[in-house]
């Protein structure tokens, strides 16, 4: 049911720009992309979300390719708290308003 | 303000025994999720409350479960009689507005052996 891919894994250093990438060729126009992550024996943690705008809150920063076929989510100053699996998620506005997770991307942050 | 809260946070039942897991969502906010994972496999979506009322119970795996929301406020997911297959963590979410990002407690663990 995902509509998104992404990377199995990712390492990045400590202190360094974390830039995490998502396909999403198939969006629609209604379409919003979602980020969440979930650190291990947590709930998903709700991070940013955009729909053809580039964003930005205290978290990270959220980046859609024009054709809005693709996005990449920026953690600017990764921090080992920062590990975790990071999900990227199509929703719909109009349609079904839950959330399909995929397999998401294992960010590690290495010190 | 206090997240969404899910009690217990462990549970370990036998085979055919109930269970009854509860969410306490945001206060003020109308939506509310249960997902659902088990070993392996992806987070599931299980079913979607606005107030009272259920808006999509298509993730419902079947009539073992049933979720209620009595009054529009917590909302307790009850498994009767729990199979082994059942073992996962539930989650429950909630959100003020149906655009709204969800928001997530940390889950009950569940373990039926």
């Known amino acids: 049911d995902a509509k998104t891919t992404q990377p199995p894994s990712m390492d990045c250093a400590e202190g360094r720009a974390a830039n995490l990438p998502c396909n999403h060729s198939?969006?629609?126009?209604?379409?919003?992309v979602y980020w969440y992550r979930q650190i291990h024996s947590q709930g998903p943690q709700y991070i940013i979300h955009?729909?053809?705008n580039n964003e930005t809150n205290e978290m990270a920063s959220l980046i859609i390719t024009e054709d809005r076929k693709s996005s990449t989510l920026i953690l600017p100053h990764a921090t080992l708290r920062d590990t975790a699996v990071y999900y990227c998620i199509v929703r719909a506005q109009g349609g079904s308003e839950k959330l399909v997770f995929g397999k998401g991307m294992k960010l590690t942050v290495n010190p | 303000e206090a997240g969404v809260t899910q009690f217990p946070s462990h549970s370990v039942i036998e085979k055919g025994q109930t269970v009854t897991l509860r969410c306490d969502p945001i206060?003020?906010?109308?939506?509310l999720y249960w997902y659902r994972r088990v070993m392996g496999k992806e987070i599931k979506f299980l079913l979607h409350f606005v107030k009272e009322s259920k808006q999509d119970e298509s993730g419902m795996p079947n009539n073992r479960f049933l979720a209620e929301r009595t009054g529009g406020t917590y909302s307790t997911l009850k498994v009767q009689p729990a199979e082994l297959e059942d073992s996962g963590v539930y989650f429950c979410a909630s959100s003020e507005g149906v655009w709204s990002p969800l928001h997530f407690g940390n889950g009950t663990r569940l373990t039926v052996t």
């Open positions: 198939t969006i629609s126009g209604n379409e919003y």
């Open positions: 206060s003020g906010h109308d939506n």
């Open positions: 955009g729909l053809k």
